[in-house]
């Protein structure tokens, strides 16, 4: 599932991206090459045809047009109409004569053609008498228009004899040359269109080629982050993805080397964390023996050294306590701590653990009977004497311990009343050797006693959270599974 997210959002983002960067490149050049052909054959497909029509039309005017009478018969119009529009196919012919008699005209060719086909700007510019100048030799000129009548394209020309009354037009249909640009357009855009699918199956393949080494690099660094520090990449070439490679692999060799130092500077430091705690307690348990001893005969001892002896015999019961707690504080580092599950009635353990310490005057406590929990009943009464004790000996009593279950989940609250945690110590009380000395009484305990206890908690699948009760006063609240060994089952299943 993963895997195929990751696959999805690569396609979704690079892939994508790069695809639709060669798309709009190829479709733009595509796009302006194949709009600046098209503009160009049109251009000189009407240039071409146009300039044909026109040249033989005045040709023809100059040759037949100007050898009729200077006052034709209709039948002379129109004969020579019949001559132009023959003598070149393609275009029609209309004369029109203005003679005494009014006026006369011929008209021939494929088109139906009339003087109300010929647009009335280019009636006038034809009729229009121009003074003959060294630079202008003649009196009328020849004028083009194209036109569109019915949505039919056509090219009309026209031009009058010098001297004479007779007026001519040409009119040529420009469906052939429109028919051929429209073939040449479909050309052009099919041509887009495959460069457009080119450019998709170059941008496929570019992509492929500069992708799969980046896809690499990310599956590398997947597994780098994984833990898998001897993940390496297979360098070939001397681009920049290849640089790229050798610079990973620099960097994950280095950090390797590093994780293995460190490994091993910890594990020797837990090594000698617990060699130092076994070594001590065989001192610690005469030291011990003595000591009770000591505190036994007390009474009896001269007064200038009883104080002495008291003191010698707290700090031997502190000492063993510390040795203890940095036992198992090193099997927790080092993962050896297990848990020996019971079904355990949480009132009856909840009291059992406050009644051995002697902490029934000082601890209220609010708990069902009935409620029953499957957990290690060992690491529950080390939680709740850190706790209780902790809520004792910086809060104050009264102590308030209240025991309920919410869902899944079984939960402890522990509340002393005390001025509360400050704002700056809250997220270091679950630190090893910790101690708020600015802001609580100076401790005689360890600073191991509540990560000990958060790291039972974690080991049963819960947590312990402190802050501050709103009545005023440290809270610490135990959040533990109903079913320890049901919650261990899914984790190893998963």
């Known amino acids: 599932m993963i895997p195929a997210l990751l696959a999805g959002r690569r396609w979704t983002s690079l892939r994508l991206r790069l695809l639709i960067v060669f798309a709009l ?23 071409r045809t146009q300039d044909a029509a026109l040249g ?49 005209s011929g008209t021939a060719g494929p088109d139906a053609f009339g003087l109300g086909d010929v647009p009335k700007s280019l009636r006038d510019a034809v009729n229009d008498r121009q003074k003959t100048t060294a630079a202008n030799d003649s009196e009328y000129h020849m ?17 009058r004899i010098v001297g004479g009354g007779l007026t001519g037009y040409m009119y040529k249909s420009l469906a052939q040359e429109r028919d051929d640009l429209n073939a040449l357009a479909w050309s052009l855009t099919i041509a887009t269109g495959l460069a457009l699918l080119g450019s998709a199956l170059l941008a496929q393949a570019a992509a492929r080629t500069v992708l799969k080494p980046v896809q690499r690099l990310g599956d590398a660094a997947r597994r780098l982050g994984e833990g898998e520090l001897d993940t390496r990449l297979d360098v ?39 060699d130092m705690s076994h070594e001590l307690r065989t001192p610690l348990t005469a030291l011990t023996a003595v000591a009770e001893v000591l505190e036994e005969e007390v009474d009896d001892l001269d007064p200038m050294i009883a104080p002495a002896v008291a003191l010698v015999v707290s700090e031997t019961r502190r000492l063993n306590d510390l040795v203890e707690n940095l036992m ?20 009856d353990q909840v009291t059992a ?28 009464d080390v939680i709740l004497a850190n706790l209780i004790g902790n809520a004792l000996k910086h809060g104050g009593s009264p102590v308030r311990v209240r025991v309920v279950v919410e869902g899944e989940w079984l939960v402890i609250a522990v509340q002393d009343n005390g001025p509360g945690i400050p704002q700056d110590v809250l997220p270091h009380v679950f630190d090893r050797f910790y101690k708020a000395s600015a802001s609580r009484p100076k401790s005689d305990g360890s600073g191991l006693g509540l990560s000990i206890a958060v790291e039972n908690a974690h080991i049963h699948g819960g947590d312990i959270t402190a802050a501050n009760g709103p009545g005023g006063g440290a809270l610490f609240t135990l959040r533990l599974p109903v079913d320890v060994g049901k919650v261990i089952a899914g984790d190893q299943d998963a």
């Open 25 to 47: 490149v190829a479709l733009t050049a595509a796009v302006s090459a194949s709009g600046i052909a098209y503009w160009l054959n049109r251009e000189a497909v009407l240039t």
């Open 56 to 104: 033989d039309f005045r040709q023809e005017m100059q040759n037949r047009a100007a050898a009729l009478p200077a006052d034709p018969t209709a039948q002379e119009v129109q004969r020579t109409a019949e001559l132009m529009a023959g003598s070149s196919p393609g275009y029609s012919v209309l004369l029109v004569q203005e003679g005494k008699d009014g006026q006369v």
């Open 143 to 159: 004028y083009w228009q194209r036109t569109k009548p019915g949505g039919n394209p056509y090219l009309v020309g026209g031009t």
């Open 236 to 274: 070939s070439g001397t681009d920049e993805l290849a640089d790229l490679s050798h610079t990973f692999n620099k960097t994950a060799e280095a950090l390797e080397k590093k994780v293995a130092d460190m490994s091993a500077r910890e594990e020797s430091s837990r090594r000698f964390v617990a």
């Open 328 to 347: 198992e504080v090193t099997r927790f580092d080092a993962g050896t701590a297990r848990l020996v599950l019971d079904d355990v009635d949480v009132a």
């Open 353 to 380: 653990c406050i009644d051995a310490r002697a902490w029934l005057d000082a601890v209220e406590l609010d708990a069902e009977r009935g409620i029953v929990a499957r957990l290690d009943p060992r690491r529950l």
